[in-house]
């Protein structure tokens, strides 16, 4: 499988970068990720909401992905907010306990207002 990156701007009351994922998240594809990741943080975008909505399976190298970009965006006192509404998907975050480092939001509006 393979993963579809693009990252765009929300223009609600808190405007933020938004990437939004489409597929599957894995050793394959975790790079694609990380460096769309990677690139919004050099550009100075420290805010960041990624939206899973249309990923159907993520593995622990894309969790480490994910991880990995909250670590840098912390160190220029960022965050990083998690669009999930997928059950199988929010089993992983909480069986890892990823859900006490990363706000995870039902709605798009609701992790751009939270960042």
Do not use: W
């Amino acid at each position: 499988m393979d993963i579809a990156v693009n990252v765009r701007q929300h223009d609600g009351q808190r405007p933020c970068k938004v990437v939004d994922l489409n597929g599957e998240i894995d050793v394959y594809t975790s790079p694609k990720v990380k460096e769309a990741l990677t690139g919004l943080i050099d550009a100075g975008h420290y805010d960041l909401v990624i939206n899973l909505e249309n990923v159907r399976y993520i593995d622990s190298t894309g969790l480490g992905v994910l991880i990995g970009s909250l670590k840098r965006v912390r160190e220029h006192a960022g965050t990083v907010n998690l669009v999930c509404t997928n059950p199988q998907i929010k089993k992983i975050f909480d069986i890892t306990g990823l859900v006490k480092i990363f706000g995870i939001y039902d709605t798009e509006a609701a992790a751009c207002e939270n960042l």
